[in-house]
């Protein structure tokens, strides 16, 4: 089983919707919750970080559910520009310092 | 002003040859990491390194071996290079290592396909 798991999608939706992500994480021990963005043949790029308490940017928030180990992002009023790959992003304490594990993303295509 | 700079973007090479990746950040950041994004889009962390000092070594072949001449570089050399090392390898960078809200910045990444 993969630390991180996302469905792949692609999440097809007309401009103007809104849509939901969801993730979900198998190792308890991860501290901290993060959602990237990707763009097509880009470096992937921090959306948001996910706080227990839930929180919001403009027309994007996430939630994160520790109890059931879930994670979820929500776009309203979807933009073309939105259209990239979503990375569900957990971090876990080593000895070392934080190691980021990353999901395989979420492709959403917005369409005019 | 690019954060954190690759090159080469493209690199297509034979099996059996040694290439190296470069990679620099401009940010001031203690720690930098090699991560690997396989035809399947999963990201991995390969190595990471603080002030110049290996810190993560994530099973990778001992083909891959990573350098750090300073802290604002952090170099990717691989030898005898196989057809399953294909793959997009980014670079990146964070403020340090704890911290955990540490944002990781990523380069560009280097598009290597063995032929």
């Known amino acids: 089983r993969k630390e991180v798991e996302q469905d792949p999608g692609p999440f097809n939706v007309p401009e103007g919707a809104t849509v939901a992500f969801n993730c979900t994480y198998s190792n308890s021990a991860s501290q901290s919750f993060f959602w990237y963005r990707q763009d097509c043949r880009k470096e992937p790029k921090l959306l948001m970080s996910v706080y227990s308490s839930g929180n919001e940017d403009g027309r994007f928030t996430a939630q994160l559910n520790r109890a059931s180990q879930y994670i979820s992002l929500l776009i309203r009023d979807s933009k073309l520009s939105d259209s990239a790959t979503y990375l569900c992003v957990v971090s876990r304490s080593m000895e070392y310092g934080n190691k980021l594990v990353f999901g395989a993303g979420t492709i959403l295509r917005v369409k005019s | 002003d690019t954060a954190v700079s690759q090159t080469p973007k493209y690199l297509v090479t034979q099996m059996g040859n040694d290439k190296s990746i470069k990679c620099e950040q401009n940010?001031?950041?203690?720690?930098m990491y090699w991560y690997k994004q396989d035809s399947k889009k999963f990201l991995k962390i390969m190595f990471s390194y603080n002030n110049k000092e290996l810190i993560i070594n994530e099973t990778v072949p001992n083909r891959f071996s990573p350098k750090s001449p300073d802290k604002a570089h952090l170099n990717l050399h691989i030898n005898s290079l196989e057809l399953g090392d294909s793959a997009v390898y980014f670079c990146?960078?964070?403020?340090?290592?704890?911290?955990?809200?540490?944002?990781?910045?990523f380069g560009p990444g280097t598009r290597l396909t063995v032929l």
């Open positions: 990146a960078s964070s403020q340090d290592l704890g911290g955990p809200h540490n944002e990781q910045f």
């Open positions: 940010l001031g950041h203690d720690t």
